[in-house]
Each structure stands twice: as structure tokens, then as C-alpha cells.
């Protein structure tokens, strides 16, 4: 039996990755799971400090999961991945001598931010860091990492890492966060999926957006007009009536675009609504 492995590198365009990293970008890097983002940032960290230019450094902080709202142990097991992964990665004891000190000078609020801040000031080549898991914080613990990061973001390179990537299954900007300490929302809003996995099918948007106390989910499935209209519309109520019955929501969508040059734009556009199996779907006319 043959195994064959693709380079992790090959995986996202490199050429752009660098190019981010090279402008002191922050950004995020999110894909379902099982997909090689882990894989993909530990051969860039690889790459990127055999280039010499740069000390990079990957940190799973997926231990952190487990404090949820109480930001004093999440930031504590935030600071102890950093200094295992940078000893195991890098043999640098930095963080292993330095955060309890830091932290208990600080507190929770500043710790992360201030042995970032020395780690930089320690070394002569600007700091690249890879914080993944970064979607298993919730509620306080994340509101306090990304204030604490934001807050070294303008002492970049010199003082804070020059480039941040936040990896997780999700991105982190569309999250609905929920902050016990304030008793309020602090953010995103809603998402959006494209050819999201239904089963052995693929839809080609399912839109997710907080609703009173849940989040609404909506089918949207797009069609281009082959073998006539009302065949396209046919087949199309029945791919979005399946895919709408697999994910258990109530409303669903099917547009359906016509480049037939001939037709006036009178006929291409309209709204009808339909019932297939005794769900209502809206056909919109592109």
C-alpha cells in the first residue's frame, strides 16, 4: 500500500502568508476540522525560523477551555501553554521563569499582555506568534486575550510580536460574545457557510444569525436556468427542501439566475412563493 502526503505548505498560499507576516499583519486563520491548519502552522513555524529572520513560536491554548468565564485561570493556563510550547519548540525558558512573577505583579488583566511585551524586549529578532485553539475561550477569558493583545498591537516589532495568527475552527470576529462581568453582548453578529456539508450533498450558503434566544438558520441555494425554468425551479425546491429537513431549519431560499441575453430583465427578475412537502420556500428570480 502506498501513503502520499501533501507539504503542509502547499496546503495556503505561502507567498501570501509571508507576505502578511513580513507587513506586521494580525490575522485570523480559521477551517473546519481535520483540515491540517495545526499541521499547516507548525511546518510554518519550521520554515519561518530556519529563514533566521524570525523567532516563531505555535501555542495551543486549548487548556484554557476549561476556565470559561474566570478570566484568572484562563489567562494562567494561557501563560503555562506559552512557556511549555516555547521551552518544547524552541528551548527558551523565558516564559517558565518569568509569567508567575509577571502575573502576580499584574494581575490577570495585564499579565499576558506584559510577558509578550518583555519576551519581545528579550530577544533581537522580532516575534512571530501562532495562537491556536484560540475558539475554545469564551465569554471574559476572550474578551481579556484580544484586549490584552490589541492593547501591545502599536509597540509591534519591537516591544509585541510583530505578527499574531489566530487559528480555530471559527472566526474569531463573527463570534456573539457574551461577557458575565458586564452582564452583556460584545459583539459579531451572524456567519456565513459556503457549500456547507449536508450529509453526501452540499448546500451552497447556510446562513447562521443570533436570534431572541437561538440563532436562525436559513438555507440559501442558487440555481442556474438548464432544461427551462419551471425544471430548474423543480429540482431546486427539492435540493433545498432536502438540505433544509438535514439541518432542522424552517426557511429556505432558491435563486435562480438567467443569463439568457434575450430575456428582458422583467422576465429574469421575480419573487413566488412555494410549498414542497408542506414547507414554504422563497424562489427568487435573478
Known amino acids: 500500500m502506498n501513503h502520499y502526503n501533501i507539504d503542509p505548505l502547499h496546503r495556503i498560499d505561502l507567498d501570501e502568508m509571508q507576505f502578511l507576516i513580513d507587513n506586521q499583519k494580525y490575522f485570523v486563520l480559521h477551517a473546519p476540522r481535520q483540515t491540517g491548519k495545526t499541521s499547516y502552522m507548525l511546518a510554518l513555524m519550521d520554515y519561518l525560523n530556519a529563514q533566521g529572520k524570525y523567532i516563531c513560536l505555535y501555542?495551543?491554548?486549548?487548556?484554557?477551555?476549561?476556565a470559561r468565564e474566570n478570566v484568572k485561570e484562563g489567562i494562567k493556563a494561557i501563560l503555562n501553554a506559552l512557556a511549555q510550547d516555547a521551552f518544547d519548540y524552541l528551548g527558551d525558558s523565558f516564559f517558565k521563569e518569568k509569567w508567575k512573577q509577571i502575573y502576580d505583579t499584574g494581575g490577570e488583566f495585564s499579565a499576558l499582555n506584559e510577558t509578550l511585551?518583555?519576551?519581545?524586549?528579550?530577544?533581537e529578532k522580532p516575534i512571530i506568534l501562532f495562537i491556536d485553539e484560540i475558539d475554545a475561550l469564551v465569554g471574559d477569558t476572550l474578551i481579556s486575550v484580544l484586549r490584552q493583545l490589541r492593547s501591545g498591537y502599536p509597540k509591534r516589532p519591537g516591544m509585541f510580536p510583530q505578527s499574531i495568527i489566530l487559528c480555530g475552527v471559527?472566526?474569531?470576529?463573527?463570534?456573539?460574545?457574551?461577557?458575565?462581568?458586564?452582564?452583556?453582548?460584545?459583539?459579531?453578529?451572524?456567519?456565513?457557510?459556503?457549500?456547507?456539508?449536508?450529509?453526501?450533498?452540499?448546500?451552497?450558503?447556510?446562513?447562521?444569525?443570533?436570534?431572541?434566544?437561538?440563532?436562525?438558520?436559513?438555507?440559501?441555494?442558487?440555481?442556474?436556468?438548464?432544461?427551462?425554468?419551471?425544471?430548474?425551479i423543480k429540482k431546486g425546491l427539492e435540493q433545498t427542501w432536502e438540505y433544509m429537513d438535514k439541518c432542522g431549519t424552517t426557511e429556505g431560499y432558491l435563486l435562480?439566475?438567467?443569463?439568457?441575453?434575450?430575456?428582458?430583465?422583467?422576465?429574469?427578475?421575480?419573487?413566488?412563493?412555494?410549498?414542497?412537502k408542506g414547507t414554504k420556500i422563497t424562489v427568487y428570480g435573478m
Not at 117 to 123: K, L, M, P
Open 256 to 276: 435562480v439566475f438567467n443569463r439568457a441575453k434575450k430575456k428582458s430583465w422583467h422576465d429574469r427578475i421575480f419573487r413566488r412563493d412555494k410549498t414542497f
Open 170 to 232: 471559527r472566526d474569531v470576529r463573527d463570534y456573539r460574545i457574551h461577557s458575565d462581568k458586564d452582564k452583556t453582548i460584545i459583539t459579531g453578529g451572524g456567519r456565513v457557510e459556503r457549500e456547507y456539508g449536508l450529509g453526501r450533498q452540499r448546500t451552497d450558503l447556510l446562513v447562521f444569525w443570533p436570534y431572541k434566544n437561538g440563532v436562525q438558520q436559513v438555507i440559501i441555494e442558487l440555481k442556474l436556468i438548464y432544461g427551462g425554468l419551471e425544471t430548474t
Open 59 to 66: 501555542v495551543n491554548i486549548e487548556s484554557a477551555q476549561a
Open 117 to 123: 511585551n518583555q519576551w519581545c524586549r528579550a530577544n
